[in-house]
């Protein structure tokens, strides 16, 4: 690493020279990795690697010793493995007929039974599953493309079989590649006893698919580098791993500073594109791999700075990693609004970080207690995931698990608040949302609510089914979960909300005392020309005191055409009583939504389930409440009290 300083030197210049030409917003990365602060990590890379591989061993063997035993007999088995084929005409059956689980199916097998292996010889260390490990590795790097199928498309030559020449990094070349430089680096001395072949072939194939493409193209849209670029978690998960590959294996001096130059100018667009408060538009499952991602990034520059480089100060980025535990509900219940998952248990070591980072105990308490949801706690799923969790296990798994979730907050960049009764008759939890209808992974839902009752879901968000082919077409939102009569709206002179940026929240307003919360917002500009909205505000008051939400839908249209109505979406069946509709829960308690009769008529509908990801959350059948406006007066206010005992 000590040949090309000058030249190195003189190509951080003219980096730094583009950067201040080109101009970003804040620039966190920029102002904390100086030309000087690069320097000295590609000065000392060899000694830095040297030192994260003896940690990386000295933790896996301080691991217990019953998880250690888990992790080998898990190995055991994958060392009897046989490797599946990767057939072209599954890669090309997304293109076909839209599926892309087939082939994704197989090739996930093989990125799992390959990290099972990995981290049952990091564990053992006696070389029993070397032999097995040189097979996955060969069929890997003998793979045509690591990118899904579902991703291939952004190619010149469009959807259907990759072109090799024309490399594209994905979500899935990233990880694969992280993974990789991590095996070259912890097991290339085994390897090269089978072959010194595999080692060079590892290297040659990650500079091929990763390291000169991601120099040398500035067209993938995930890099944000191009005029009004779409950024989401793509852009720093990508990053990340590609950071991984090169800290862990690039030994051109010049080439590492340029990586590291080019990594802080597009992962600056995915932090410039958040908004102070931190709030992640794609919603908490996606929180994962966007603020957990920038989570572990943060982490390895630190730690690859020697101590010059600090993010601790960075409030906003704190507030990116706080995020997740504001959207939390209750066990592994989150907010699910636009793609995101109602039910999930998020890594707690991506969580920890953010404590760890920033020094906040009630985070690094949070992140414990999710341990005590996982089982088992360690990841074997990826190699860097497993390394990630074994650094910190023993602090993880000791520490406190009472964290402290606000009784009300409000994210003003998203119109998301989040209200807690904390009663002692049930914990009543109110979730709503402004924004608009073109966030990354939008439904049609400004505007809409979902409402908790201690663990158990009682208005709901029905959230995104699996993955196919129309899911990010144009035929999105023929698909009855995204689209707005099947979130807790009205429809207006029946029509429903539409997509798109320009349809949104507008005057988002949010007072608390402390004691009670009020949110307030108008709806109108979501729907379209079409509905004759001037004005539709909805307003809620939550009275922990009384475990009651006082909503408020006052309206006022340019013409009335049809009537106008509410639906309301519950997985538990509801009964019509005289004022409206009583939800019996399994717990024994209840949720009454009553309002005044004379003013408005009830209907019900019921909605089979048959997608197997909605019904994992949901079960097998979902329910419409309908509330027919009486009222063909312009101006008008419907009022509904939400009552739990």
């Not at 698909?479 to 429809?491: G, V």
Request: net charge neutral; aromatic share 10%; with cysteine.
């Amino acid at each position: 690493m000590k040949r090309n300083r000058t030249f190195f030197k003189i190509l951080l210049l003219l980096s730094f020279v583009m950067l201040q030409i080109n101009g970003f917003a804040q620039q966190i990365l920029k102002r904390h990795l100086s030309n000087t602060v690069v320097t000295h990590m590609v000065d000392h890379i060899d000694a830095w690697r040297l030192e994260k591989k003896n940690k990386w061993y000295h933790v896996i063997q301080e691991l217990p010793v019953i998880e250690k035993a888990r992790i080998i007999k898990v190995a055991e088995k994958a060392n009897t493995f046989s490797w599946p084929s990767l057939l072209a005409t599954k890669y090309l059956e997304y293109k076909t007929d839209g599926n892309r689980t087939r082939y994704e199916d197989d090739i996930n097998t093989r990125r799992s039974v390959l990290s099972q292996l990995v981290i049952g010889e990091l564990v053992e260390r006696e070389g029993r599953f070397i032999p097995q490990i040189a097979n996955g590795l060969w069929l890997m790097l003998e793979e045509s493309t690591w990118v899904s199928p579902a991703h291939i498309g952004v190619q010149k030559s469009g959807i259907g079989l990759p072109d090799p020449m024309d490399e594209y990094i994905d979500l899935g070349a990233g990880r694969v590649a992280a993974d990789l430089a991590t095996v070259y680096l912890l097991l290339g001395d085994q390897l090269n006893r089978i072959s010194p072949m595999i080692t060079k072939k590892i290297k040659v194939v990650l500079r091929n698919r990763i390291i000169n493409p991601y120099l040398t193209r500035d067209d993938f849209w995930w890099m944000a580098l191009q005029p009004n670029a779409m950024v989401n978690n793509w852009n720093i998960w990508i990053n990340t791993n590609v950071l991984k590959v090169a800290l862990l294996m690039e030994e051109n001096p010049a080439k590492l500073g340029m990586i590291l130059q080019k990594l802080t100018r597009s992962a600056d667009q995915f932090i410039d594109s958040y908004a102070e408060d931190g709030a992640c538009e794609e919603g908490p499952s996606y929180w994962m791999h966007a603020g957990g991602e920038l989570g572990q990034m943060l982490l390895w520059l630190e730690d690859v700075s020697g101590g010059e480089v600090t993010f601790k100060e960075d409030r906003k980025l704190f507030n990116i990693g706080n995020y997740i535990l504001n959207s939390h509900i209750y066990g592994n219940r989150y907010i699910n609004f636009a793609d995101a998952e109602a039910m999930q248990i998020p890594d707690p070591a991506k969580i920890w970080t953010y404590g760890a980072l920033f020094n906040d105990d009630n985070l690094k308490a949070y992140a414990s207690y999710l341990t005590t949801l996982k089982s088992p706690m360690m990841s074997l799923g990826t190699v860097q995931d497993f390394l990630m969790h074994a650094l910190i296990y023993p602090v993880l798994s000791n520490h406190r698990k009472d964290f402290i979730a606000p009784q009300f907050y409000f994210y003003e960049s998203l119109g998301q608040a989040t209200m807690r009764s904390l009663n002692e008759k049930g914990n009543l939890f109110l979730a709503t949302i402004g924004s608009n209808n073109g966030v990354s992974h939008n439904h049609n839902d400004v505007g809409s609510y979902i409402l908790y009752l201690d663990s158990i879901p009682v208005l709901i968000d029905a959230g995104v089914g699996t993955y196919t082919k129309e899911t990010f077409s144009r035929n999105r939102y023929t698909l009855w979960n995204m689209q707005s009569q099947w979130h807790n709206l009205p429809i207006i002179n029946g029509i429903q909300q539409k997509d798109g940026k320009s349809y949104r929240a507008e005057n988002v307003q949010y007072v608390s005392n402390g004691k009670t919360a009020h949110y307030r917002v108008d709806i109108a500009k979501a729907y379209p020309k079409e509905a004759e909205v001037r004005s539709w505000i909805r307003g809620f008051k939550m009275d922990p005191r009384n475990n009651t939400i006082d909503v408020n839908d006052k309206y006022q249209l340019e013409e009335f055409r049809k009537p106008q109505s509410i639906s309301f979406i519950s997985r538990i069946k509801p009964q019509l009583v005289k004022d409206g509709f009583l939800l019996q829960l399994d717990n024994g308690k209840k949720v009454v939504i009553n309002f005044e009769r004379e003013t408005v008529t009830f209907s019900l509908e019921t909605k089979e389930i048959e997608d197997p990801r909605l019904v994992k959350v949901w079960g097998g059948m979902l329910y419409k409440m309908n509330v027919l406006i009486k009222s063909t007066e312009l101006k008008n206010q419907v009022m509904y009290k939400i009552i739990a005992n």
